[in-house]
């Protein structure tokens, strides 16, 4: 039965900290994703997408909102979003729907529409404004640990120490298992909301729904059979320096970042001392684990595949299926995200529209970027158009389709200020603004510009795949080098702040487009 008014259901999935290399739809030489390859033979698979920034609030802006951080201003975790911003829920919302969120979207609300006492303003892991909450599963897990209890297993150790193994006399990384089954993850605990609240839908009526999963996000730990899914042995060759000195050598950000924001118990529970101390054996088994995360969280999208194709759905169902940002695994002896390298941005995108076949099971190469969701969105509602998003409608390559004037590059942007420490402005010597890059990257060259006067970086990606030597100082490279801050210059120049600049009040009014505040 069709939908009331021919409107799809939307069903987006992130998968928090998902590498867009490691899934077997792309080609990865040993991580098995076969329901993610399921929904990309229906859909469309973008191999080159990538995040707007990074870690997860400015990441997730990015993607909500249509918007680069140069705009959203969503810095780092705990940046306040401005609520002028319109999103992709109070889009939504405007055209019927009514969005609902399974799990998390780490958005800080506007402290200047809340009182100074307001509990809101304690973390930084708000809901965006527009969605309906039906389970919110930060992430502290609390609803999670509680459904735990409810199954008789002891969930006392609380977060994060419910995710180190059962067996406290494991080492340090190991693939032993934790106190939780595989059918009772904080994946399948999500699915399992979703799902319940699908049988509750009203046939025809067209829904919206969030499903935010936090894996394969650290800890890095996950039952059977996951946990022994994959040899550590096995995996690509790490992009790395020769050493953790040569690396943390090459840069004057390396050397901070290796030093201070590396902690192992930011990524195991309980260990001690720098990821850069865990031996070759150490990273190999940690990423075997992130494999089997991954194949975990694709279990339960199956799971969701199958729950709406029962519910007589699936034909009626858009799907989009993404991350955040990445996570670096290993790569320049780090874990987690951050930075500039591909490791920490180059995530999976998977769209199936049942309403547009004609490119079902096709890749798409060229470039595309986490600001593209929102207009997509707005494209696949049927909602207005907004011309002053930094996005572009990824519509057209539904239809097998490319628009013209597309870009060739991808574009991000990391901001490493500490506002309420004040220790990367104190160790670097400069104000919180000047604390920030911005990467342009093409098939065959990426360029890195910092704002505080920290050395640029420029690689030859057609021979340095890995990103181990800078050649911004080579002679030979300054016409590159000039050329990409020019066209950084230029990109920043032409999508500053729109929401007001594409319209003009004339003696008839106002003409062109404006935002208008939600």
């Not at 684990?289 to 519910?311: F, K, N, P």
């Not at 076949?357 to 986490?370: C, H, L, M, N, P």
């Not at 990467?439 to 050395?455: C, D, Q, S």
């Not at 490279?477 to 929401?499: G, I, N, T």
Request: charged share 20%; proline share 8%.
């Amino acid at each position: 039965m069709a939908n009331k008014g021919g409107r799809p259901n939307i069903l987006l999935i992130t998968c928090d900290q998902w590498r867009g290399d490691s899934l077997s739809a792309v080609g990865h030489p040993v991580v098995k994703t076969p329901n993610t390859d399921a929904l990309a033979r229906e859909g469309v698979l973008f191999r080159r997408h990538y995040a707007g920034a990074a870690p997860c609030s400015p990441a997730r802006a990015c993607l909500y909102t249509g918007l680069h951080q140069a705009n959203n201003r969503v810095c780092r975790n705990g940046t306040p979003m401005d609520d002028r911003h319109d999103n992709i829920a109070r889009a939504a919302r405007r055209v019927g729907y009514d969005p609902t969120l399974f799990g998390y979207t780490d958005v800080s609300p506007d402290p200047r529409n809340r009182a100074p006492g307001d509990p809101f303003l304690r973390t930084y892991e708000g809901v965006l404004p527009g969605f309906t909450t039906r389970q919110l599963l930060p992430e502290h897990q609390k609803a999670w640990l509680s459904w735990l209890a409810a199954r008789g297993i002891d969930s006392s150790a609380g977060f994060p120490d419910i995710h180190r193994p059962a067996d406290r006399d494991a080492p340090e990384v190991s693939n032993a298992v934790p106190v939780y089954a595989k059918d009772e993850t904080p994946a399948a605990f999500l699915a399992g909301e979703f799902l319940r609240w699908l049988g509750e839908q009203d046939a025809g009526e067209p829904w919206f729904a969030h499903v935010s999963f936090l894996s394969p996000h650290p800890p890095f730990i996950v039952p059977a059979p996951f946990n022994t899914m994959y040899d550590p042995a096995e995996g690509p060759a790490y992009r790395r320096a020769a050493s953790l000195q040569d690396e943390a050598a090459s840069h004057p950000f390396l050397a901070y970042h290796l030093a201070h924001h590396q902690k192992k118990s930011s990524f195991v529970p309980g260990a001690s001392g720098k990821v850069g101390d865990w031996s070759e054996e150490g990273f190999r088994t940690i990423r075997a684990l992130y494999y089997g995360m991954i194949s975990e969280v694709d279990s339960q999208l199956g799971r969701i595949w199958q729950g709406i194709r029962a519910a007589g759905a699936w034909d009626d169902t858009v799907v989009i299926l993404t991350s955040d940002h990445a996570e670096m695994m290993g790569d320049h002896f780090m874990l987690g995200k951050g930075g500039w390298f591909d490791g920490s941005y180059h995530i999976p995108l998977i769209i199936r529209d049942p309403r547009r076949g004609r490119a079902a099971g096709t890749a798409v190469d060229r470039f595309s970027e986490a600001v593209d969701i929102m207009p997509t969105l707005l494209d696949l509602i049927g909602a207005p158009a907004q011309p002053h998003l930094d996005g572009r409608s990824l519509g057209p390559f539904l239809d097998g389709e490319t628009p013209a004037s597309w870009r060739d590059a991808a574009h991000w942007a990391y901001d490493f200020r500490s506002v309420a420490e004040g220790a990367t402005e104190a160790h670097f010597g400069l104000g919180s603004r000047a604390l920030n890059l911005a990467v342009i990257r093409t098939e065959m060259v990426k360029y890195v510009h910092f704002a505080g006067g920290l050395p640029p970086l420029l690689y030859d990606l057609a021979n340095d795949p890995g990103e181990t030597r800078n050649l911004a100082d080579d002679p030979a490279w300054l016409p590159v080098r000039l050329e990409f801050a020019e066209r950084l210059l230029a990109l920043r120049a032409e999508q500053l702040d729109q929401s007001l600049a594409l319209s003009e009040l004339t003696d008839a009014g106002a003409v062109g487009h404006f935002a208008r505040l939600p």
